[in-house]
């Protein structure tokens, strides 16, 4: 079966990329994406994925697999190129297959936000964990094949839990792990990327305009960041995601299960018939 990003025919133009955003989810990086669209960027964040739908999610998850579980071809630039043609800013798609990405981007101007370990991976757990334990559950573990979208979210979901949890999920043990992993994550970046090529920023100790328009070359505007990085925000992109496929697969298992039923109910009434 060929990769979804091979279906994406060669862009005839590949927009410049100012900036490559290296962090983790559950780090300001929806606030970020937010406020690089005021100044007048295109940045690609998960909320572009939401936008896309299934082809978009597909996408990711090759790219992941084959990054972090070698299964598959990782990305290249020329795949990147596809992905990312109309768009000067990547946010958060890195975490995911960071070294395909560097490869591709050698030259790159990068930014990684980070937070506390602990504060991290209790945020993580509270929103991403527990969407994907929610997707691994009855009844959305059957609803969700029949939604391409709410799936494939829940494929990314649970094996990027089951990854930096190190298979604990979202346990107190999953969450010790989850802080150590984000450790080594960020420890790994900072080993990969030459530090003239990127910028750390800590959320505690302040992230917003002062620290990104000066790294960008862009004057600071005249208005509020647009995120506080709550897990309201998260769950009020996800929710209709997934309101709409439990509803898609709430019909579709009953439409099959009605006439399921009335064929046994005929099969048993023609057996006691038969005796």
Excluded at 66 to 94: N, Q, S
Excluded at 99 to 114: N, Q, R
Excluded at 163 to 182: D, H, K, R, V
């Amino acid at each position: 079966m060929p990769r979804q990003i091979d279906t994406i025919p060669t862009p005839a133009h590949v927009k410049p990329k100012k900036l490559i955003v290296l962090s983790a989810p559950r780090t300001g990086t929806h606030g970020l994406y937010l406020a690089l669209k005021e100044l007048g960027f295109a940045p690609y964040h998960m909320a572009e994925i939401f936008k896309a739908g299934t082809p978009a999610v597909n996408i990711l998850n090759d790219g992941l697999d084959a990054d972090i579980f070698h299964v598959g071809k990782p990305y290249t630039r020329t795949e990147f190129d596809k992905w990312f043609a109309d768009y000067d800013v990547i946010i958060e798609m890195p975490f995911f297959m960071l070294h395909s990405t560097l490869k591709a981007y050698p030259d790159a101007k990068f930014l990684l936000t980070e937070r506390n370990p602990e504060k991290w991976a209790k945020s993580y757990v509270n929103t991403i964990g527990k969407l994907a334990v929610t997707l691994r559950s009855f009844p959305m573990s059957l609803f969700r094949f029949f939604d391409g979208f709410t799936n494939g979210m829940g494929y990314m979901g649970c094996k990027v839990l089951d990854y930096y949890s190190n298979g604990y999920g979202i346990t107190p043990t999953g969450q010790e792990y989850l802080a150590e992993n984000y450790r080594n994550y960020i420890a790994e970046v900072k080993r990969l990327v030459p530090p003239e090529q990127l910028l750390v920023c800590k959320l505690e100790d302040g992230f917003g305009w002062n620290e990104i328009c000066p790294y960008l070359g862009v004057p600071i505007p005249d208005a509020e960041w647009p995120s506080l990085n709550k897990p309201e925000e998260f769950f009020e992109i996800v929710s209709p995601k997934i309101q709409s496929a439990f509803m898609k697969g709430l019909v579709s298992v009953t439409s099959m299960a009605v006439p399921v039923v009335a064929v046994g109910f005929w099969y048993l009434r023609k057996g006691r018939l038969a005796f």
